[in-house]
């Protein structure tokens, strides 16, 4: 019966080629992960709708949902992270876990993206009841785009608690902040004036510059000071200078830039965010942060950081080529279909694709060498 139906929307058959690619990748960025202690982990497919609404109202929008046969409602994974995190929560002990992990990632057709989602994702999670591990996790997060051969990138780190803070120390209405954060995230200059028109001169001033907080640290610093802010706000971004001296030290020809601005679709991210963009794409490669909250929201005290890559992006910028294959046709005879296919079974290898092909009209142009079997030819 022939199906009337198209692919779902947005759904596509990876060619040979791109699988092959982001297979590369995978494998070789879970290997450098591992040098780090991360054990490799496979993230539950589905998850509890429930446990899935620490992710944020937004963020579940987006959710694929279903009701599984115990009347319990269910998605498909859409966010590795909470999945680890009620996996941790359960726990009778927290001590150290270091996670790598691939995960698929499903979303579903919404009026902001128009079209269903099925993309694949490699990325760390720590979570630990010591010490701080910003460093590690943006260190191999830069070395994983290392390995990928992905020029010309832009590191931007943020820290989700400066906005809050600057409107609580502006003495900003309740009613306003969710209109008003979103305004600043969108860099969206008139709909700030328009909000803020009623606040003190000062007031208006700091939030109309505050979208300009990116840069360098040393840019941001100066704007900042310029205007008096609090000793917490300066040291958010105190604290980013500190890692980013670190990382500079050992990869000083990274393009990091700090911005102030920056708020989170995912609600849980506690402190610093990190995303990674390339002109060469309008999606981000590369996303993360600290999620210190969620886990203390199930009664244990334990931080938590990490991020994720989309696999499929960095494949689209990456300039890493796996390794060729050879593709052989082996015209076989009807008579004798056994010979070859052991014939055949001789000449595979790692580089080697052999295909073993009865039909005398089949199209052999994307062969690199023909081998005839035929009675006549042996």
Known sequence: MTQSKPLAQGMSIKSRDQYSKEDALIYGILKQFETYGYDVIEPPSIEYYDVMSASGALAQQSMIKFIDPFGDIMVLQADPTISLTHYMSKQSSLSLKKFAMVSSIHKAYTMHSKRHEHTKQIGIEVFYDQGLYDLEVLELALKALT?????????????????????????????????????????????????????????????KDVITWFGSVDEVIIKMKSFSLSQDLLNMVNELETLIKAISSTDSLMNIIVDCSTVKTQTYYSGLTMTVYSDETPEPI????????????????MSAIGFGINVSTLASISSIQPPKLTNVALIADLKNPKLAFDYANTLRSSTKRIHVIFDDNADLNMMDEIITMKESNL
Do not use: C
């Open 147 to 207: 390995y990928a051969q992905v020029n010309n990138v832009v590191v931007e780190l943020g820290h989700v608690g400066f906005i809050p803070s600057l409107l609580q120390s502006l003495n900003i209405s309740e009613s306003l902040l969710p209109s008003l954060s979103e305004a600043i995230k969108l860099k969206d200059l008139p709909a700030i004036q328009f909000l803020v028109s009623t606040y003190p001169q000062h007031t208006q001033d700091i939030l």
């Open 286 to 301: 590369l996303s993360g942060g600290r999620y210190d909250h969620i886990i203390e929201q199930t009664g244990q005290r």
